[in-house]
């Protein structure tokens, strides 16, 4: 037995260590990939690498679908001979390392403030997370921008711009870099003496040496372990950015919520700036939000508060705070610390967070003080001696297209073969026009000494457009840069033009022209307008145009043709041109075209099936097998077959219910009666029937049936009693009557009738009885109620239709002048409509339109006011507003589920100069290409209101919409039902 036991222990104890060396052993220790490939996903299911064989025949290893690397920090940028150096210093704003996946830095220059890096304004890259520098060839100031590009090729967001900074300016005596610097000058030899007065302030010197806040968009692994150790923290939709920072304050009493970032070094007197962007929801109630600094001193005692503190509204969209804050004596370190301040109830949200060192006076960090003190255009052509810059003083990819005078590269000083498709750019961004807005210098260069061109400030939505003055029998136009093309392709040209009020005598030109391969212009296409639109708005035109056979070129060109007139007025402006390839399969079949005007499929026959395009109409036929089954014309128009509406139907603006409310609904209750009931002379019950009174409608009650009395003589009392929602009783309160006499015996037909409105009746169950009895007869006399199985009595409720308010009145003698009152019901269509800006003055710019909210600082809170005619007056001059209803079609909302229109009245007979109207306003919830009815009542409750207004005064972009107005398709209509 003891062996036994000793074997089996044994036995277990080998299991074990064989066990244990098997979890030990790679997975994949054993096995390989044949002839494929090894995907790798991530937590959400999302690719993240492919290792093997890939899809084009190679095999590597392949990183896609990485998430966005962290933002670089704001580059530093300084003025050089010839350009400007940007340095970067391996740090980013948002993350503590770089990215395990860095690919590069991409350094990207343009001289618009603001700009978005594109292709166009990339001008080098740092392959080193370390850091680097590179220098920029210039003659003007640049803003620059850097971004991170990992692996896989995505791209950080930009980081913060640095600039506008340009080149150093050479003087007579040239100072070679670096030849005096620092142990070159003798102690104080740069005194205050030699500083002119404020030639440095604080513009001048370099304030913020970077974002101390660590992870400031909450998007890196360090905010997610911070959340990860705190309940009432979690992650949210950021500003702007991915992901912002949530806390809960939903509590019993005020509770501060607290979240610790980090710890700061600091010194006495350091300065910070402060600031981030927050919001919280609808049903947040507190004290305020706030970014602190606490500081400490070396035994960790709190000495005070560097707060930036926001006092939020509730529900607002994300705003931002900031202050500056200095450490108090004694201070030796600060933590960073989120806070959501006594609060009781609902969350509040915090993004892009910022901590920056201020730099004060006496602390002018190095090179601080550069290119902002430099004049414009003080290094010109004249200041470089020839030759001095060469391809050694030209770093690699430093010169684009941007620094490059037009016309001045051609063919000889190309080297044979140095040309290859990875050294071209071939529609980076899909438009073949260079400087299409002319803000890059090539046009204004080109027209330079041409004073019937200019380039001048004031574009469409950019800085600048370009100007030309008509003469008279004259064609004058700036062609643009040449693009090869193909026979047969599609292009779409596009161009913003406007002229002066006065303009007069000469049309606006936006042509291609077509050239072989030879160079001789062969033809052409485009747009001219004899007749453009002469108000000072910019407009647009736009049009498609083929390439015809045997054409290599195309160039756009904009122009004024004034070709026939003697006389000619005004100017015209240009601005945002636009070539652009429509993208088609080729063919006259099924086929698909998507250019910028939209998308068009046509069907097998070579017709359009789908059109959603703009400045078209827009259709959609859906077929099978080759028949069309359903159409959705220009006009919205629909043909289907069967049709299942889940939910509302509505009708030229009034829901299905609305029409079917019109109508009588016939029989709502009944009862038959086949036997006998007999009463006295003391009232005695006979048949109860109930319904639902609606105090909208309008009911029928009614009785019919046989009396039978025992004796002749006397009469029958018939009673219609109603008990409300109780048991009705011969005592209930008596509604009608009828009274019949009964000269003999024997059967008698018999009825009683009344008609009442729901609201006579009153809202609910109402439960009838009628009552009978005998009186004024012999004695002893009685009278029975019946009806047979053949010939039944009838007791029955009728729905006759909508209440009809009572308009009859007394005529006693015949002779009255006054006609009796009259229930009408009519629509009136709008007579003037229109937005008006800032809830001031009218906006010409949206015509008819009715605008209702705010969307940008361009026209403000805007609001609208819409007219009825002088009729409306009429009608309702001494009368009585039964109901009111206004019709609107809402094209468009901020939000594609809709909006809120908000519906006031006003007493303008005519479209005013500036905005007014009554305070009293009604709330209706809208959605997006919706015409309806609405009911207006509680608002247009007097009979001295003539029109409606839309009046939200919330910036809240729910309330921001557009109605249709006056001449266009669905324009406003008011429906009052009166009576007069």
């Known amino acids: 037995m003891a062996n036994d036991l000793a074997r089996l222990a044994a036995r277990i104890a080998d299991l074990e260590r064989r066990f244990a060396q098997q979890t030990r052993t790679s997975q994949l220790a054993y096995s390989s990939i044949e002839n494929g490939a090894l995907d790798v996903y991530d937590e959400n299911g999302s690719l993240r690498?492919?290792?093997?064989?890939?899809?084009?025949?190679?095999?590597?290893?392949?990183?896609?679908?990485?998430?966005?690397?962290?933002?670089?920090?704001?580059?530093t940028v300084t003025s050089v001979l010839g350009g400007v150096s940007a340095a970067w210093e391996g740090v980013f704003s948002d993350a503590a390392a770089p990215?395990?996946?860095?690919?590069?830095i991409e350094v990207h220059a343009a001289t618009l403030d603001n700009f978005i890096p594109t292709p166009a304004t990339l001008r080098g890259t740092f392959e080193s997370p370390l850091g680097s520098t590179l220098t920029i060839p210039t003659d003007q100031p640049l803003y620059v921008r850097l971004l991170a590009r990992n692996t896989s090729g995505t791209a950080s967001a930009p980081s913060a711009q640095s600039g506008p900074v340009g080149p150093a300016?050479?003087?007579?005596?040239?100072?070679?870099?670096?030849?005096?610097?620092?142990?070159?000058?003798?102690?104080?030899?740069?005194?205050?003496a030699k500083l002119r007065i404020g030639a440095v302030g604080h513009n001048q010197l370099a304030i913020g040496t970077g974002n101390l806040m660590p992870d400031p968009s909450f998007e890196g692994a360090f905010t997610e372990q911070l959340v990860a150790a705190s309940s009432e923290w979690r992650l949210t939709e950021g500003n702007g950015s991915p992901r912002g920072l949530r806390v809960d304050g939903t509590s019993s009493e005020p509770t501060s919520r607290s979240l610790l970032i980090t710890e700061l070094a600091v010194s006495p007197g350091d300065r910070f700036f402060l600031a981030f962007d927050y919001r919280t929801s609808a049903d947040w109630a507190g004290d305020s939000l706030r970014l602190y600094l606490r500081w400490q001193d070396k035994a960790g005692t709190v000495l005070d508060y560097g707060m930036a503190i926001a006092t939020p509204t509730p529900g607002a969209d994300w705003a931002t705070v900031s202050q500056q804050v200095q450490a108090p004596a004694g201070t030796v370190a600060a933590t960073v610390w989120l806070q959501n301040f006594q609060a009781t109830v609902g969350t509040a949200d915090f993004d892009n967070a910022q901590i920056r060192t201020v730099i004060g006076a006496g602390m002018v960090l190095a090179e601080s003080?550069?290119?902002?003190?430099?004049?414009?255009?003080?290094v010109t052509g004249e200041k470089i001696v020839a030759n001095t810059i060469t391809a050694r003083e030209v770093m690699a990819l430093s010169l684009t297209g941007d620094e490059i005078a037009t016309n001045t590269l051609t063919a000889r000083h190309i080297a044979a073969g140095s040309l290859t498709a990875s050294r071209l750019a071939i529609g980076t961004n899909g438009n073949l026009v260079a400087d299409p807005s002319y803000e890059s210098g090539i046009i204004a260069a080109a027209i330079e000494g041409k004073p019937e061109y200019a380039v001048e400030e004031g574009g469409n939505n950019s800085a600048k457009c370009l100007r030309i003055t008509p003469g008279p029998n004259t064609y004058r136009w700036l062609q643009h840069a040449t693009s090869p093309v193909l026979p047969g392709e599609r292009y779409w040209l596009a161009a913003d033009y406007k002229t002066s009020a006065d303009f007069a005598g000469a049309k606006v030109m936006l042509y291609a022209g077509f050239y072989d391969e030879a160079g001789t212009r062969v033809s052409s296409d485009g747009i001219a307008l004899s007749t453009p639109v002469t108000d000072g708005s910019w407009q647009r035109i736009s049009k498609i145009v083929t390439v015809p056979p045997n054409i290599t070129k195309v160039n756009v060109r904009v122009g004024i043709d004034a070709n026939g007139s003697e006389t000619t007025t005004g100017i015209a402006y240009f601005d945002n041109l636009e070539c652009r390839a429509v993208l088609s399969t080729p063919g006259g079949g099924a086929r698909a075209e998507l250019s910028p005007q939209g998308l068009r499929l046509y069907d097998e026959a070579g017709d359009e099936a789908v059109s959603l395009t703009t400045g078209t109409p827009n259709y959609l036929t859906l077929t099978n097998n080759g028949t069309a089954v359903a159409t959705i014309d220009q006009d919205g128009n629909t043909g289907v077959g069967d049709l299942s509406v889940a939910g509302r139907l509505t009708i030229a603006g009034d829901p299905i219910e609305t029409y079917l409310s019109g109508f009588a609904r016939g029989l709502v209750a009944i009862d038959y009666q086949v036997t006998s009931v007999t009463a006295g002379t003391t009232d005695y019950g006979f048949v109860e029937l109930s319904l639902d009174a609606d105090t909208s409608r309008m009911y029928r009650v009614v009785l019919d049936c046989y009396a039978d009395p025992s004796a002749s003589g006397g009469e029958l009392v018939l009673a219609l009693k109603d008990g409300g929602a109780n048991t009705p009783s011969i005592s209930s309160p008596q509604i009608q009557s009828a009274i019949y006499p009964m000269p003999t015996a024997g059967y008698r037909?018999?009825?009683?009738?009344?008609?009442?409105?729901?609201?006579?009746?009153?809202?609910?169950?109402?439960?009838?009885?009628?009552?009978?009895?005998?009186?004024?007869?012999?004695?002893?006399?009685?009278?029975?109620?019946?009806?047979?199985t053949s010939y039944p009595g009838l007791m029955y409720i009728e729905d006759l239709g909508p209440h009809i308010p009572e308009t009859g009145q007394y005529n006693t003698g015949g002779g009255t002048t006054t006609p009796p009152k009259k229930t009408y019901a009519k629509t009136y269509a709008a007579s003037w409509s229109g937005s008006y800006a800032n809830r001031g003055s009218y906006n010409s710019y949206y015509g008819s339109k009715c605008l209702q909210g705010y969307y940008s600082s361009t026209n403000g809170m805007q609001a609208s006011l819409i007219g009825f005619p002088s009729a409306l007056a009429t009608d309702l001059s001494g009368a009585t507003i039964q109901k009111a209803e206004v019709y609107l079609y809402f094209d468009h909302w901020y939000y594609n589920s809709g909006?809120?229109?908000?519906?006031?009245?006003h007493k303008h007979t005519s479209r005013p100069s500036t905005f007014s109207s009554d305070s009293e306003a009604k709330t209706i919830s809208w959605g997006k290409n919706v015409g309806k009815w609405v009911d207006i009542t509680s608002v247009f409750d007097s009979t001295s209101w003539r029109g409606i207004a839309l009046d939200p005064n919330n910036s809240d972009r729910t309330y921001y919409g557009r109605a249709q107005g006056v001449e266009q398709t669905y324009p406003p209509k008011l429906r009052v039902t009166y009576t007069k």
């Open 169 to 192: 300016p050479v003087v007579a005596r040239e100072i070679l870099d670096g030849i005096v610097d620092e142990t070159a000058l003798a102690d104080s030899a740069v005194s205050q």
């Open 369 to 378: 003080i550069g290119a902002l003190e430099l004049a414009a255009e003080s």
């Open 99 to 104: 990215p395990l996946d860095f690919a590069r």
């Open 899 to 905: 909006g809120k229109a908000i519906i006031k009245a």
């Open 49 to 75: 690498a492919v290792i093997g064989q890939q899809p084009d025949g190679t095999t590597a290893v392949n990183i896609v679908n990485a998430p966005p690397p962290p933002t670089p920090s704001q580059p």
């Open 749 to 788: 037909r018999i009825h009683l009738e009344t008609i009442r409105s729901g609201a006579a009746f009153g809202a609910g169950l109402r439960r009838l009885l009628v009552t009978f009895r005998c009186q004024n007869g012999p004695s002893g006399q009685t009278v029975r109620l019946f009806g047979g």
